[in-house]
């Protein structure tokens, strides 16, 4: 039900750009998120988007990663710039069906796509 795309090895400083594409009927109305975790650490919150288009970041990546939604198309992107070493981990994205705010807990959403390698070499 939620397709992640767009993963893969780039430099540091370099920039990708991951995709998820859910079905409409989880994708309408409800709140979009981005997770990561990297090898040995807790899964962390990158940024969720709600349908109306308000954002939320992760100190740590605020001013460099940027969430968007197309809803026409059932998909919410992670374009994901100035990429740092400590940026390595499998990125999901997520569904939450049940608030209309943009949440930074990982309990809030209770629908998970498989998650896509980014690997930033030093």
């Known amino acids: 039900q939620l397709q992640t795309s767009g993963g893969g090895l780039v430099q540091a400083g370099g920039s990708l750009k991951l995709s998820c594409a859910a079905s409409g009927r989880i994708f309408n109305s409800h709140v979009m998120g981005w997770f990561r975790q990297a090898p040995g650490k807790e899964r962390a919150f990158v940024a969720a988007i709600s349908w109306g288009g308000n954002t939320v970041y992760a100190d740590s990546v605020k001013g460099r990663f940027t969430i968007s939604r197309d809803n026409a198309k059932n998909t919410v992107y992670l374009q994901m710039n100035s990429l740092k070493p400590e940026d390595t981990a499998v990125y999901s994205c997520?569904?939450?069906?049940?608030?209309?705010?943009?949440?930074?807990?990982?309990?809030?959403?209770?629908?998970w796509g498989l998650g896509t390698q980014v690997t930033v070499s030093s």
């Open positions: 997520a569904v939450d069906s049940r608030w209309n705010t943009p949440s930074r807990v990982s309990l809030d959403y209770d629908y």
